[in-house]
């Protein structure tokens, strides 16, 4: 009768193996039970462009930004007055005189003048439009953020999905592309709230001033 080896390397090579299985097991119930018990994220929507129409300070914005573009038209419809009285002083000397030359020199400068202005302020609107949306669109942030220290709230997102996309737009791809947000439901909508905030706190910034 034939008895197979006894083979001592082989056992402990088995044993081995359940020892390492029952060291692998023992390490994930520790990393299970080390594992926080993790709660559902709780998320609000902002509509941004309804959040920029109902804030106070932003239609404080626009009022200064029309009186700045008042003040702009004005001051060209001056020069443009201006250069169109030059334009008339040409007609009372003969082309090619001294008297001529020296009135298209003014009328050209008047002009370039007038071109210059308004490239300037336009620059200038621009910008001074641009830093304050920045300016603004920071101070949403920063209340969106107390508004979810408040009430809870672990994220905050923009509901792009309420602006609707051009039907004309050059490329449909690219817009919808661009889209976070397919579908929200209301209850999640927090931009009345974040509104009121903000225009509460321009109020008592207004007042103290």
Do not use: C
């Amino acid at each position: 009768m034939n008895r197979t080896p006894f083979r001592p390397g082989v056992i402990l090579f088995a044993a081995g193996l359940l020892l390492t299985s029952a060291l692998l097991v023992g390490v994930q119930a520790v990393a299970v039970h080390a594992l926080p018990l993790l709660s559902p994220t709780v998320v609000g929507t902002v509509d941004l462009e309804a959040t920029f129409n109902g804030l106070e300070e932003w239609s404080q914005v626009q009022v200064s930004l029309t009186q700045r573009a008042d003040q702009m038209q004005e001051e060209i419809t001056r020069r443009q007055d201006e250069l169109e009285s030059l334009e008339t002083d040409l007609e009372d000397y003969p082309q090619g005189s001294a008297k001529f030359k020296e009135a298209m020199k003014r009328y050209q400068m008047a002009a370039i003048e007038l071109q210059g202005y308004v490239q300037f302020q336009q620059r200038k609107h621009q910008r001074f439009n641009d830093q304050t949306i920045f300016a603004l669109y920071d101070k949403i942030k920063l209340a969106a953020r107390t508004l979810a220290d408040e009430q809870g709230y672990d994220i905050i997102l923009v509901d792009d999905s309420v602006v609707e996309i051009p039907e004309n737009s050059e490329n449909i791809l690219a817009q919808i592309s661009s889209r976070r947000v397919l579908f929200a439901r209301e209850q999640m909508n927090v931009t009345d709230q974040l509104i009121e905030s903000m225009n509460t706190m321009y109020q008592k910034s207004t007042a103290a001033n």
